[in-house]
DNA sequence: ATAAATCTGCCATATTATTGACATGAGAGA
DNA sequence: TCTCTCATGTCAATAATATGGCAGATTTAT
């Protein structure tokens, strides 16, 4: 049913995860149905929008019955590639770094954190949920003997840039960047990045505009 | 010479955090002038939408010259809030909100975090790089006493949206949320979520997609 | 079984955002 | 001083995105 996926547009993509989750808790609830009126009050978007943006993937709706939430919430998974499994290296075992070893909120959805490297003497050797901390001088050869599909860059952004080429070289396709930098990298990679402090200062800024 | 604020784009809001980011290295470089094309490249936008977007808060470069690194950086920097001190408290003493108490790189914003609150006893009472957490029952009170302008909602999700109402009730302008809900507030209060999973579905969609 | 109500998928329209073009003014060099 | 070059601010054109409306399919009520 669903239409080969060609083109999504940025905007579209950036509601598909929201998509997913309010369908994932929907479901949890006990919801089977709902109709783009009564999950655009839910979600403070339009129902046209919510429509015209299930539609780029095809059809998953009834018309006079609406959709099924379970149904929909499946297509969306595999829209969004979450029926894959993907391993995940953290670079940069600091806070933040330390912090996402320790979550396990994304394993649900398959992501598995398998390594962390630092150059800290003190942190090597140890590890986290039973998540080795390796060195940093280790990385490349981690990669080439283990499946590594995504990298969290934690590290200073002085060493950020540095950092992805050598995970981009070794082969990982995934940068997951929370460094405060704008990573390059060549079209075969995607970079997905959290930059913490932008969203701090457009807070600061909704806060003082008005 | 800036032009009253009055109505900024999304879209325009979403990347002056970019631009302070970017000043703020070239300045620390050593750069003192730049024009919007030389802006373009190293950023990735083009160049008319750099000119388009500062003159939202009127025209802070000269013909002939370009930009001045450091008087725009301050003009941005003001823009956004930024002269401004913030005291914030982290809701939730878990692994990301120790993370974030433990990280300093804010502080040269004036982002102070003040205290973190959890319901965990045996997290109460211990402290954070000389922050304290307190039982999470002392929260209003604690606001009360001290002025906090952000409050960051790191507990699971089920507790985000009381923890919000409460806080919000309590007196606190901006929540800053990384619980993975949509969290929903009355007009006066505003909300900047960081929906760490949404953008790891992200980076699984663009994976995949090709 | 039939009628009324519901709700999708799609298309046409409206709105918003980005890009391109250019007149004008400042700086640099001779 | 004069001319050439550079680069802004602004406006118009284009592109992207969101909204509104409707035909037709499906469910629900009678």
Redesign the pocket.
Known sequence: MAKEKNYV????MR?MPKYYRHLTDMEKAGIER??????SKRMG?????I?????CF??????????NVSELRQEIQKILGLHNEYHIIIIGAGNLGQALANYTGFEKDGFFVKALFDINPRLIGMSIRGIPIYDIDEMESFISENEVHIAAICTPKEKAQEAAEILIQSGVKGIWNFAAVDIAVPNQAIVENVHLSDSLYTLSFRMSDD
């Open positions: 547009s940025e905007a579209v509601r709902i109709s783009s009126k009564e999950l978007l339009t129902a046209s929008q429509r015209q943006d299930f539609n095809g059809g998953f709706g009834q018309q006079g019955y609406g959709y």
